[in-house]
């Protein structure tokens, strides 16, 4: 007797079979490839952090961003990273993981009312100590997240941002270099309080040559994007000020 393939109980077994290999396949790839993506985000992680506290391989032209490699980076912030603090409400410890927290998922849970930790890195280059705070917030079309790093006097040292799925060539730039750099020697106070960082239209210094104006230059055609990074860093500043103050008092 001749199979009869092209009936409909043929097709729907023949998708099914499918569906189960592919899948099987599938499940099989992902839990392959778990270790390596979690080992990738665990370096992007440290080359970030390192990154704003002025760690990488930039060369001195303000051209593209170049972080340590990935073969290094973990020596390197194991090197520049002398602690790693974790925040939950008063008490402060010590966790050499901290860098791993989700920083979105802790959110939440303030929003909820429920525990959470909140990272801190205490960074050292050249005698100098560096205070890396990480931030997460909303720009124009999904999530965008960084790293800014603090001196004792509450001078930014560098900052670091990224983005979930922001327009190429306008909102998509919070991750190039020459808006970066703008951010480097403004201060997060307005005399004696904690302002922030703007990025503003009409502030008036497309150089950034003016540090005490709590504002950088905004980049063309991105205004919701800039405002979504003023808003995250005023977040940042607002959730962390009890430690900030801290760092102050010493």
Same mark, same amino acid.
């Given at each position: 007797?001749?199979?009869?393939? #092209? ?67 973990? #020596? ?27 920083? *979105? ?9 429920? +525990? ?9 280059? #050249? ?6 705070? +990480? ?6 079309? !999904? ?8 001196? !004792? ?14 327009? +190429? ?30 990025? $503003? *239209?009409?502030?008036?210094? +497309?150089?950034?040559?003016?540090? #005490?104006?709590?504002?950088? !230059?905004?980049?063309?055609? $991105? ?25 102050? $008092?010493?």
């Amino acid at each position: 007797m001749t199979q009869k393939t #092209d009936s409909n109980v043929y097709t729907v077994v023949f998708a099914v079979v499918m569906v189960v290999v592919v899948g099987s396949i599938l499940a099989f790839l992902a839990s392959a490839l778990r270790p390596n993506i979690k080992e990738n985000e665990r370096f992007e992680k440290q080359q970030n952090i390192l990154y704003a506290m002025g760690v990488n391989e930039n060369g001195d032209d303000a051209g593209s961003v170049n972080f340590i490699p990935t073969d290094v980076v973990e #020596d390197e912030f194991s090197s520049y990273i002398k602690e790693q603090l974790v925040i939950q409400g008063d008490k402060i410890t010590e966790d050499n993981e901290a860098y791993l927290i989700d920083l *979105k998922k802790q959110l939440a849970n303030i929003k909820k009312g429920e +525990p959470y930790k909140l990272p801190v890195f205490i960074g050292e280059k #050249d005698g100098k100590k560096f205070y890396i705070i +990480p931030m997460y917030g909303k720009g124009l079309w !999904d999530a965008i997240w960084g790293f800014i790093a603090l001196d !004792d006097t509450m001078t930014v040292q560098g900052v670091y941002f990224d983005h979930k799925g922001e327009t +190429p060539g306008l909102g998509a730039n919070i991750k190039m270099r020459y808006f970066m750099d703008d951010f480097k020697g403004e201060t997060i106070l307005d005399g004696t309080q904690y302002a922030g960082i703007a990025v $503003a *239209k009409g502030n008036n210094d +497309p150089l950034n040559n003016t540090k #005490d104006d709590n504002e950088v !230059d905004a980049l063309a055609g $991105a205004t919701i994007t800039g405002n979504g990074v003023s808003a995250m860093i005023k977040e940042t500043v607002k959730l962390y000020k009890p430690y900030l103050e801290t760092i102050r $008092a010493k």
